[in-house]
């Protein structure tokens, strides 16, 4: 049995193709603060003394660094927990929680906001947008938010299901709402962080699988207002083009696919970045779609502006400017990981650049007043690629792009560096940031056509997935690893790294104590030399963690916080633990003596036995199997399960009945789909024989 942490592949001859607003009481009260005083300048000023964190990357420049030091490398093993605050919530928690006069707001899955004492860990209000929770399938990548953004007083929020709220800061009351989807009936989501720039909330949306066409919108932070809308990819071409940006975009498409019936992809998921001194405003897009390019764009190009930089002015959202790093996605590289803005001296001239790390696998510096590219180099092994030019285009490797057969994919489609947060320490001239591999084969899918294709084997399809690509379909050579690296962006090379051990590792936080802190998927926070890479401190935290820290200071004290809960893409089906317990917020300060909450220890059941099945019904539950489940179950028995468990291990009497979970269920309340319609009770039955046939198959065999 070949156990792979991506997605797996069971033994032959199974041939699995993979893988309202509440008030409470508290000994803080929000009232007139700083929070009605949170615009530009305030966290521009902020970011000299680092006093609050009240923006998602700290700053404008998004570093995450702060210049906070009573914690240092010297006395970080004095460093003790403060308080915990439970979130209630059994999904991923990927927000960065923002901190202003003593005051957190941090979201929890399904996008519900909390208000805490920062110092004391009270609850002082919650807002639950009631994400109608049917709809939390067509979240690819788990029920998860990134946080909120502050502003004059609000706090606004991306509901899951597209609606953006601003609340008041002070009461959690609703301000206002606005539905900001260009169509409701496909799978829009939003999971990211909100920014203001400007005194515009800006905001984009993900699902590209699933048949969208990316784009971003401004609304003024008073009323809702819309202020601009800008597409990242063309839509139809016989219809008049919003702009011309979208004009030059269309011809790097080739239209014979009517790639707009496919949505084209290019969200702007997460990473929105501003330099108020330029009055520009930068994005990073999403991947194409399908993931195909031939199924896409079958006579090729470049498919502006998906995979790219694109710089906008944050007034009118006109383009100014983009660079694409990987032209032509054919692999799922998104680029909408953590771009960092700052000036670098690169071969004798200070130059303004944008740092990034996206899932391609090589770490980018990129002029930020013109687009100019400037150096690449990879932070990870890859294969698709040798290198980029001097005129910034990949140098790709013949074979990367076979329609023949598999292509084990260096990084595959989870990302050499995925959302996870990257920190810039100016101090050490070092960024700070996860790096992975999570072996995958991508193959071109022969039977895909269109975007409602959904033949068995077609990777979550059933759900409305749309990739043109097989996955797994000849197991991956390629290995497994997480790390913590520090990259010289200068130099173009790897400082240290540090060895975690599992993929999925959360973001970075630096400081001017000479220290990076990082939460790992093996539940734990620690702190690192930011110089040297030494490991100096840990805490264990109660389940995996994925999202970044952050650090603030109240009356005179520096404290270390964090939201922990597991989950996302990879932990929906994998775990790096042995713990499950529910989303909840550590904040850590010096000497602090709290008591820590009571883990729970995840329990894996006994592996399925005696159900009974048609043995002839496993092949075709294969497919079915890939095509419906496999993405948020994972691999019968093989995998251990997520935050959503694996049907190897459930009590046989669920599977005996499955029916009644697949149609209508008790969990659609919980996010899971409702299958009728979608699937007969004849392909129930398929199913079922699938599990129990992979259970039946991968079981130690007795003497």
């Given at each position: 049995m070949k156990h792979r942490l991506g997605i797996l592949t069971p033994p032959q001859p199974l041939h699995l193709a993979l893988a309202i607003s509440i008030g409470f009481a508290s000994t803080h009260s929000i009232a007139d603060n700083a929070i009605d005083r949170v615009n530009e300048s305030y966290i521009i000023e902020n970011a000299k003394t680092g006093k609050d964190w009240p923006a998602h990357g700290f700053d404008y420049s998004e570093t995450r660094y702060s210049p906070l030091s009573q914690i240092t490398a010297n006395n970080v093993d004095k460093l003790g927990l403060a308080w915990t605050y439970d979130l209630q919530s059994s999904r991923g928690i990927e927000a960065t929680p923002l901190v202003v006069d003593g005051v957190m707001y941090v979201t929890a899955s399904w996008s519900?906001?909390?208000?805490?004492?920062?110092?004391?860990?009270?609850?002082?209000?919650?807002?639950?947008?009631e994400v109608p929770r049917e709809k939390g399938y067509e979240a690819c990548c788990d029920v998860v938010n990134r946080g909120v953004a502050l502003y004059e007083g609000n706090v606004y929020v991306a509901a899951l299901d597209g609606r953006l709220v601003a609340i008041d800061a002070k009461s959690g009351d609703k301000v206002w709402e606005k539905n900001t989807l260009i169509d409701n009936e496909i799978g829009y989501t939003m999971t990211g962080a909100p920014r203001v720039f400007k005194g515009n909330v800006i905001i984009g949306n993900g699902?590209?699988?699933?048949?969208?066409?990316?784009?971003?919108?401004?609304?003024?932070?008073?009323?809702?207002?819309?202020?601009?809308?800008?597409?990242?990819?063309?839509?139809?071409?016989?219809?008049?083009?919003?702009n011309e940006a979208m004009e030059t975009a269309a011809k790097t498409w080739d239209p014979s696919s009517k790639y707009w019936e496919s949505g084209g992809g290019g969200t702007v998921w997460n990473s929105m970045v501003f330099d108020p001194e330029l009055n520009l405003m930068y994005i990073g897009t999403g991947n194409g779609a399908p993931w195909s390019h031939k199924k896409r764009s079958p006579k090729g190009g470049d498919n502006l502006y998906v995979a790219s930089i694109v710089a906008l002015n944050p007034d009118t959202g006109k383009y100014v400017w983009h660079y694409q790093e990987t032209p032509g996605d054919n692999w799922d590289y998104t680029s909408a990981q953590d771009m960092i803005l700052t000036d670098?001296?690169?071969?004798?001239?200070?130059?303004?650049?944008?740092?990034?790390?996206p899932k391609n696998g090589f770490f980018f510096v990129v002029d930020r007043t013109n687009g100019e590219f400037i150096s690449a180099n990879n932070f990870v092994d890859v294969n698709w690629a040798e290198g980029y030019d001097s005129n910034g285009r990949p140098i790709e490797v013949p074979g990367a792009r076979a329609t023949d057969k598999p292509f084990d994919a260096i990084p595959g489609p989870f990302g050499g560096h995925n959302w996870h947060s990257m920190s810039f320490n100016s101090d050490t001239g070092l960024a700070y940031f996860p790096s992975q591999n999570i072996p995958v084969t991508l193959s071109e899918d022969p039977t895909w056509q269109n975007i409602?294709?959904?033949?068995?084997?077609?990777?979550?399809?059933?759900?409305?997935?749309?990739?043109?690509?097989?996955?797994?379909?000849?197991?991956?050579?390629?290995?497994?690893?997480?790390?913590?690296?520090?990259?010289?962006?200068?130099?173009?090379?790897?400082?240290?790294?540090?060895?975690?051990?599992?993929?999925?590792?959360?973001?970075?936080?630096?400081?001017?104590?000479?220290?990076?802190?990082?939460?790992?998927?093996?539940?734990?926070?620690?702190?690192?030399?930011?110089?040297?890479?030494?490991?100096?401190?840990e805490s264990p935290m109660g389940t995996g963690v994925i999202a970044a820290p952050v650090t603030y200071e109240v009356d005179g004290t520096q404290y270390i916080s964090i939201a922990a809960g597991w989950g996302g893409v990879y932990g929906q089906s994998q775990r790096g633990s042995d713990l499950k317990t529910p989303g909840t917020v550590y904040t850590f300060?010096?000497?602090?003596?709290?008591?820590?909450?009571?883990?729970?220890?995840?329990?894996?059941?006994?592996?399925?036995?005696?159900?009974?099945?048609?043995?002839?019904?496993?092949?075709?539950?294969?497919?079915?199997?890939?095509?419906?489940?496999?993405?948020?179950?994972?691999?019968p028995?093989?995998?251990?399960?997520?935050n959503i468990p694996n049907l190897g291990y459930v009590d046989s009497a669920v599977i005996e009945n499955l029916d009644a979970f697949v149609f209508n269920g008790p969990f659609v309340s919980k996010g899971m789909p409702d299958f009728t319609g979608r699937l007969s009770e004849t392909d129930v039955e398929k199913i079922k024989a699938f599990i129990q046939g992979t259970a039946d198959a991968i079981r130690p065999k007795t003497q």
């Open positions: 519900v906001v909390h208000a805490i004492d920062a110092k004391t860990g009270k609850k002082l209000w919650t807002f639950d947008p699902g590209a699988e699933r048949g969208v066409r990316g784009y971003i919108t401004a609304y003024d932070a008073k009323n809702g207002e819309q202020k601009w809308r800008w597409f990242t990819v063309p839509g139809n071409p016989n219809k008049p083009f919003e670098l001296v690169i071969e004798g001239e200070q130059r303004k650049v944008i740092i990034h790390a409602d294709s959904n033949e068995p084997g077609q990777p979550m399809s059933g759900i409305g997935w749309n990739t043109a690509m097989r996955i797994n379909e000849a197991p991956p050579s390629s290995k497994p690893f997480g790390r913590l690296t520090a990259w010289d962006p200068v130099k173009q090379e790897e400082a240290w790294r540090y060895e975690h051990a599992s993929p999925w590792n959360g973001g970075a936080l630096s400081t001017a104590g000479n220290l990076v802190f990082q939460g790992t998927a093996d539940a734990r926070l620690m702190a690192f030399n930011a110089q040297t890479g030494e490991p100096l401190w300060a010096l000497n602090g003596d709290a008591e820590m909450p009571e883990f729970t220890k995840f329990q894996l059941g006994s592996l399925i036995s005696g159900v009974k099945y048609n043995p002839e019904f496993v092949e075709e539950g294969t497919g079915l199997y890939v095509s419906n489940c496999v993405f948020c179950h994972g691999v028995g093989v995998d251990k399960g997520g």
